[in-house]
């Protein structure tokens, strides 16, 4: 039996499964989100550091300076709205009082920030791995600079054209699906309501399909850069140094995926069963992908 949270309610209020004495509603508590607020403060530190070297660089800007400029200020963005969020969470945890709105608000707030920022950083990511690909397997040394517009415009609007809807509809806000407790997709909507199906899709198109298609174009592209950068390992050898800082920076993507496969992980395990009240094996599951996801920031 599916059970949906109250708009009213505060997270982690006791509840009863109706299924079985072995099953318990998922909660994993506040343990994660301290986790996360250190780990996105941090991660907040990393960003503007970014930030720092690209200005010192300035004679020395490339385009991948650029592009990895872009995607730190879309994870300074979401480091923010993770600290906010679990913050949120941890002062409204349990709270035995009468209504919990003004957290649900700002768990609206915090789920449309860190959707768009999250999406926005999805973009840059294959960016960075299609530009790698186009200046190291077909030498295309400045083809970033008449595509950077193009760049900025679609990583930073497109993702704009699904949130806002969403936002719009009712779609964003608290959901016990959330690994580390902050706020995503919810369990219902105002234009289709009552299936988990339905939450599967919006969840998808909230960012889960940009991130699991970011996954398979870096999955494809990196392999055949790699295989490049064997071959013309002598020419990379003699290239001034700052080039070989370049080099450097192929490896963001395959750590961007180890970082952010714990969320797709945690998708995954929510579908396989569509219910808020899991077993003792499946809530220590949680508790673990939580923890890594919370992680997640500062190691990015």
């Not at 986790?35 to 941090?42: G, K, R």
């Not at 385009?63 to 300074?76: F, G, K, N, P, S």
Request: glycine share 6%; proline share 4%; charged share 15%.
């Amino acid at each position: 039996v599916q059970q949906k949270m109250e708009l009213s309610e505060c997270p982690g209020v006791p509840k009863d499964c109706n299924t079985s004495a072995s099953f318990t509603v998922l909660d994993i508590g506040k343990a994660p989100s301290y986790v996360a607020i250190c780990s996105s403060l941090l991660a907040c530190l990393g960003s503007l550091l970014i930030f720092l070297t690209y200005w010192a660089l300035r004679d020395m800007k490339k385009e991948a300076q650029t592009i990895i400029t872009h995607l730190a200020l879309a994870d300074l963005i979401s480091a923010m709205g993770y600290v906010v969020g679990s913050a949120n969470f941890v002062w409204n945890y349990k709270r035995s009082i009468a209504g919990c709105t003004a957290f649900h608000e700002l768990c609206k707030v915090q789920a449309t920030v860190t959707s768009y920022s999250s999406m926005v950083s999805f973009s840059w990511t294959v960016i960075l791995a299609i530009h790698f690909y186009l200046v190291m397997v077909h030498r295309r040394q400045r083809h970033g600079v008449s595509r950077m517009p193009f760049y900025v415009l679609f990583s930073w609007g497109a993702p704009l054209l699904i949130v806002l809807p969403l936002l719009a509809t009712g779609h964003l806000g608290y959901s016990k699906y959330a690994a580390s407790n902050w706020c995503f997709v919810k369990d219902s909507g105002t234009f289709i309501r009552g299936t988990f199906q339905t939450w599967i899709l919006i969840v998808l198109l909230n960012g889960k399909l940009w991130e699991i298609s970011c996954y398979i174009i870096v999955v494809i592209l990196y392999p055949v850069i790699v295989a490049a950068l064997f071959r013309q390992k002598r020419r990379i050898l003699q290239l001034p140094g700052h080039d070989r800082f370049e080099l450097r920076l192929i490896a963001i993507p395959v750590l961007f995926i180890f970082l952010r496969i714990w969320g797709t992980i945690q998708f995954f395990l929510s579908i396989s069963k569509p219910d808020p009240c899991v077993s003792s094996e499946a809530l220590i599951a949680f508790k673990i992908l939580g923890f890594f996801q919370a992680w997640e920031s500062v190691l990015q």
